[in-house]
């Protein structure tokens, strides 16, 4: 009588198993660390999915970046390389596959596309700290590099289209709202044409800042917050506009609605200091930076300013 082995049982098993379940036991496996035993049934599961002829592009690109994130924890850049570009070519600016991406070209030392991909990632959501470090450390290593010039080095970053946008905004407005609840004062969540009219007047706010316009910029902002009152983004720029008109209790209250929507979003705690600090609150001032160094240990406007607001106590 033949044996067979605990290892070919556990393969006749996974063959008989649904992608869906596939892609769990990899996220299992990857929780544990066993990221080699990951990549191999996260390509079972892309097969399971290629091979039921219901080609869902958002599951097949889930699973590539996945895979990717496998392999980048094992040291495999150049497949990570290979699998987010393929999750990307199935759905286009995905931020996890980005970033992977990113991550494992900074590894092989092609500082030029890492940095592409982080600033991409960035257009798309501007309050991911990953990105932001990215981005430093590769302007650091380019200007090594290439010098002065080595922005003119770089390929093309690509626009990000506003309804990728707009996606992320609205799921992320859904997203607020099942987290806070049923408060008595929550609003109700933006349909798709007022998150569409709200990104369009904060983008012109936008642009306002760009030309130093600060006053037609919260004009803006105001009426984009009308229209969506869970973008945390118009909350922190407004208060950026606010902190150069010098209207710094308005700068708090505005960094407060940010805070209340994420505790740890790092520009509202450190645009709420610099209020603060102007209002000679540096208490607060301190409080506000010393919970930003939480979030992100090595954040150096943050650690500059608290080194400055100490000088004064």
């Given at each position: 009588m033949?044996?067979?082995?605990?290892e070919?049982?556990m393969?006749?098993?996974?063959?008989?198993?649904?992608?869906?379940e596939?892609?769990?036991?990899g996220?299992?496996f990857?929780?544990?660390?066993?990221?080699?035993?990951?990549?191999?049934?996260?390509?079972?599961?892309i097969?399971?999915v290629?091979?039921s002829?219901?080609?869902?592009?958002?599951?097949?690109?889930?699973?590539?970046?996945?895979?990717?994130?496998?392999?980048?924890k094992?040291?495999n850049?150049?497949e990570?390389?290979?699998?987010?570009?393929?999750?990307?070519?199935?759905?286009p600016?995905?931020?996890?596959?980005?970033?992977r991406?990113?991550?494992?070209?900074?590894?092989?030392?092609?500082y030029r596309?890492?940095?592409?991909?982080?600033k991409?990632?960035?257009?798309?959501?501007?309050?991911?700290?990953?990105?932001?470090?990215g981005?430093?450390?590769?302007?650091?290593?380019?200007?090594?590099?290439?010098?002065?010039?080595?922005?003119?080095?770089?390929?093309l970053?690509?626009?990000?289209?506003?309804a990728?946008?707009?996606?992320?905004s609205?799921a992320t407005?859904?997203?607020?709202?099942?987290?806070?609840?049923?408060?008595?004062n929550?609003?109700s969540?933006?349909g798709?044409?007022s998150?569409?009219?709200?990104?369009?007047?904060?983008e012109e706010?936008n642009a306002?800042?760009?030309k130093?316009?600060?006053k037609?910029?919260?004009?803006?902002?105001?009426?984009?917050?009308?229209?969506?009152?869970?973008e945390?983004?118009?909350?922190?720029?407004?208060?950026?506009?606010?902190?150069?008109?010098k209207m710094?209790?308005?700068?708090?209250?505005?960094?407060e609605?940010?805070?209340?929507?994420?505790?740890?979003?790092?520009?509202?705690?450190?645009r709420?200091?610099?209020?603060?600090k102007?209002?000679?609150?540096?208490?607060?001032?301190?409080?506000?930076?010393?919970s930003?160094?939480?979030?992100?240990?090595?954040?150096t406007?943050?650690?500059n300013?608290?080194l400055?607001?100490q000088?004064?106590?």
């Amino acid at each position: 009588m033949s044996v067979i082995s605990y290892e070919t049982k556990m393969s006749q098993k996974r063959r008989s198993q649904s992608w869906t379940e596939l892609k769990q036991a990899g996220n299992e496996f990857f929780k544990t660390g066993q990221y080699g035993e990951a990549a191999s049934i996260y390509s079972q599961a892309i097969k399971e999915v290629e091979k039921s002829g219901k080609k869902n592009l958002e599951d097949l690109s889930i699973l590539y970046s996945n895979r990717a994130a496998s392999y980048l924890k094992d040291g495999n850049c150049g497949e990570c390389v290979k699998d987010c570009t393929v999750s990307l070519d199935l759905v286009p600016f995905g931020i996890k596959p980005l970033l992977r991406r990113a991550a494992a070209y900074e590894a092989l030392e092609r500082y030029r596309l890492a940095y592409v991909d982080y600033k991409t990632a960035l257009q798309i959501d501007c309050n991911i700290p990953a990105a932001h470090d990215g981005t430093n450390r590769m302007t650091k290593c380019l200007t090594e590099v290439d010098g002065l010039s080595w922005r003119e080095k770089l390929p093309l970053i690509p626009t990000v289209p506003m309804a990728v946008k707009e996606k992320l905004s609205l799921a992320t407005s859904k997203q607020t709202t099942q987290h806070n609840g049923t408060r008595e004062n929550e609003k109700s969540v933006p349909g798709e044409d007022s998150i569409k009219k709200a990104l369009t007047l904060k983008e012109e706010g936008n642009a306002q800042v760009k030309k130093g316009e600060y006053k037609k910029a919260i004009e803006k902002y105001t009426q984009s917050l009308k229209h969506n009152s869970s973008e945390i983004t118009t909350y922190t720029n407004r208060a950026l506009c606010y902190l150069s008109v010098k209207m710094y209790k308005e700068a708090v209250q505005d960094c407060e609605e940010a805070l209340r929507l994420d505790s740890a979003n790092i520009k509202a705690l450190y645009r709420r200091a610099q209020a603060h600090k102007e209002l000679k609150d540096y208490k607060a001032c301190i409080e506000d930076l010393n919970s930003l160094l939480k979030v992100e240990p090595k954040n150096t406007a943050g650690q500059n300013l608290l080194l400055e607001v100490q000088k004064k106590k």
